[in-house]
């Protein structure tokens, strides 16, 4: 069993940066694929950014590339996610996620194993 729990949410103006972080149990960190989603009041959770178990190769959501980026440091068990340039449509609680099958579809929910409990991060305008 794999636990993750993230931290590093909070409230920041528009504008601003956070970065999150997602600290895993478990010996085997590096072979899974870690990924951030997010989820709006009202609206459906959405893929962020993932990370393959090399961490090499990365993977964003359109929107998003340029001002969040993804990291992940395997001696630590821990997964980052930078965000700059935070705008108030990026209010939203964010969630860390791992696939240990190396699923494949890094944007689709169905793929992760393991989830944490979320982290809120708001933006004021």
């Known amino acids: 069993q794999v636990q993750l729990v993230e931290s590093g949410g909070g409230l920041v103006q528009a504008g601003g940066s956070l970065r999150l972080s997602c600290a895993a149990s478990g010996r085997t960190f590096s072979n899974y694929v870690m990924a951030w989603f997010r989820q709006a009041p009202g609206k459906e959770r959405e893929f962020v950014a993932a990370?393959?178990?090399?961490?090499?190769?990365?993977y964003s959501a359109d929107s998003l590339k340029g001002r969040f980026t993804i990291s992940r440091d395997n001696a630590k068990n821990t997964v980052y996610l930078q965000m700059n340039s935070l705008k108030p449509e990026d209010t939203a609680i964010y969630y860390c996620?791992?696939?240990?099958?190396?699923?494949?579809?890094?944007?689709?929910?169905?793929?992760?194993?393991?989830w944490g409990q979320g982290t809120q991060v708001t933006v004021s305008s």
């Open positions: 996620a791992a696939d240990r099958d190396h699923k494949g579809s890094y944007a689709w929910l169905g793929s992760y194993d393991y």
């Open positions: 990370s393959a178990w090399s961490g090499g190769n990365t």
